[in-house]
């Protein structure tokens, strides 16, 4: 399993990142796939999920109406578009997915948010 952040960067108050997760190594339509995110001190926070098949999506409710993920099974990637970005964004974003055998991340990527 292989997860592959990208996108991340510095972005002004009021701005939008998308951020992209290219996953490898398993069948991506048949799993979940969530976004949390981290800074230095902090525990890892959960962001948003999206089920493999048809299903609700969920947000922290720090994020919900501002931030959207959602999923390209034909590329195996899946997405976090972020707008109305708050400074209290900042952090370090990292993709995940789970199976029988446990769970996987990615590197992460930066996101910045300050003017």
């Known amino acids: 399993v292989q997860l592959v952040e990208s996108g991340g960067g510095l972005v002004q108050p009021g701005g939008s990142l998308r951020l992209s997760c290219a996953a490898s190594?398993?069948?991506?339509?048949?799993?979940?796939m969530s976004w949390y995110r981290q800074t230095p001190g902090k525990e890892r926070e959960f962001v948003a999920t999206?089920?493999?098949?048809?299903?609700?999506?969920n947000y922290a409710d720090s994020v919900k109406g501002r931030f959207t993920i959602s999923r390209d099974n034909a590329k195996n990637t899946v997405y976090l578009q972020m707008n109305s970005l708050k400074p209290e964004d900042t952090a370090t974003y990292y993709c995940?997915?789970?199976?029988?055998?446990?769970?996987?991340w990615g590197q992460g990527t930066q996101v910045t948010v300050s003017s």
């Open positions: 999206i089920p493999s098949a048809d299903g609700s999506t």
């Open positions: 995940r997915t789970s199976n029988r055998f446990g769970g996987y």
């Open positions: 190594g398993f069948t991506f339509s048949n799993y979940h």
